[in-house]
């Protein structure tokens, strides 16, 4: 079984994915620096009824104490959940030859390859992924000359339904936050006209030896807030840190039929002046074939996102300097995850 590189994309084609015996550079050798925990008890993630008659401080709560809740009762049709899944199959079962004729290209986050954030890990990630930016017609035609509309549709009418879900959500975070409704539409995520939205499709094979692999490193996010679907497969973790119960841990996030998981992103942290979390978060691997759908909700690309005045005022400085989500990525891209240290107020980071 052959193993490769493809243009530095740090991806490795599914054909490829089935050996028994893991490779060198698929092994990870920190992939239990901490147990993997259920998510039960104190350690149970909160799961959010959209119709809570509270659901304003039970959002404002678990943005504060977790940075990551599931969200239930949220209106999506399960139709068409199972059409976005139909469709992300079909993209990620095409030869690698004809994705690669979408692969990522230097500076542009749009298309076929591994994440990002993977390239600052000495080892391989055991999936691909596919990041839609604006629209996917370009990248669809290329994947399927004949019949592109279909993938474009199902894209389209998901990317409608997330955002009007992503934009309830948001209103609630602010209010939490303590912003009045005639103040929402003055700050930059208040105003929908301002948000915009990007696409992650992630692909998991399944492996026969999961022990020592990592779907994805673990990372934030760098938008204001994702909210992903997850075919029914986990393999999601977040980070919990020591407290007065339990060491460090990875909590493993439940796959709830019908539900979406959101977490909070590096943009609202800084937004909300380090009150709410952006957790770290990872993908471990099983023996079956994950996919899921993630999609990012951050400021467009000249809109610059500092500390709300009304949480940074008199009683709390602000801790941070702002930033546009462009300059935030690029800050990334070299800082890795030191990038939110160096827009400290108090850091004398220059941005080269
Ligand atoms: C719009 C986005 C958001 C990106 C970059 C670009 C497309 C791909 C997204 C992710 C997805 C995987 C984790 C992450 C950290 C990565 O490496 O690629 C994300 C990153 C970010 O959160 O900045
Ligand atoms: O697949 C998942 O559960 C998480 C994906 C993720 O973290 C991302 O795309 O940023
Ligand atoms: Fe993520």
Same mark, same amino acid.
Request: net charge negative; hydrophobic share 40%.
């Given at each position: ?173 602010? %209010? *939490?936050? /303590?912003?009045?409704?005639?103040? #929402?539409?003055?700050?930059? !995520? ?7 939205? &990007? ?71 800084? %937004? *909300?002046? /380090?009150?709410?979390?952006?957790? #770290?978060?990872?993908?471990? !691997? ?7 759908? &993630? ?58």
């Amino acid at each position: 079984m052959s193993l490769h590189t493809t243009r530095n994309l740090k991806i490795h084609q599914p054909e490829n994915f089935e050996f028994d015996s893991i490779p060198d550079s698929h092994s990870w050798d920190d992939v239990h620096d901490h147990p993997s925990v259920e998510p039960i008890g104190p350690d149970a993630i909160p799961v959010i009824d959209l119709n809570d008659p509270k659901l304003i401080a039970k959002i404002g709560k678990a943005c504060e104490e977790w940075g990551i809740f599931i969200i239930s009762n949220h209106g999506i049709e399960s139709e068409l959940l199972n059409q976005l899944c139909s469709q992300m199959h079909r993209l990620f079962a095409l030869p690698a030859e004809v994705k690669l004729k979408v692969a990522k290209t230097e500076g542009n986050d749009a298309g076929y390859g591994g994440a990002p954030v993977s390239h600052f890990f000495p080892k391989f990630s055991w999936s691909e992924g596919f990041a839609i930016v604006g629209s996917p017609v370009d990248h669809a035609k290329k994947l399927w000359p004949d019949d592109y509309s279909s993938f474009c549709e199902i894209i389209e009418e998901y990317n409608k339904a997330i955002n009007s879900l992503g934009c309830r959500l948001i209103h609630a975070m602010l %209010l *939490s936050l /303590g912003v009045s409704e005639e103040e #929402l539409c003055q700050t930059p !995520i208040g105003d929908s006209s301002k948000v915009k939205t &990007a696409m992650h499709l992630n692909s998991y094979p399944a492996c026969t030896n999961p022990d020592w692999v990592l779907g994805l490193p673990p990372h934030t996010d760098s938008a204001y807030v994702a909210i992903l679907y997850q075919n029914g497969v986990p393999g999601l973790q977040v980070l919990r840190c020591k407290d007065d119960i339990s060491p460090t841990r990875w909590v493993t996030v439940p796959a709830v039929p019908n539900t979406f998981v959101v977490n909070i992103g590096d943009l609202l942290h800084v %937004l *909300s002046n /380090g009150r709410f979390h952006n957790v #770290l978060h990872r993908v471990t !691997i099983s023996k079956i074939n994950r996919l899921s759908c &993630a999609c990012f909700f951050g400021p467009q690309a000249d809109v610059k996102v500092g500390p709300l005045s009304k949480l940074a005022g008199l009683e709390q400085s602000p801790l941070y300097r702002p930033v546009t989500w462009p300059g935030l990525k690029k800050i990334r891209s070299v800082l890795h995850d030191k990038a939110l240290q160096a827009i400290k107020i108090d850091s004398n980071y220059i941005e080269g």
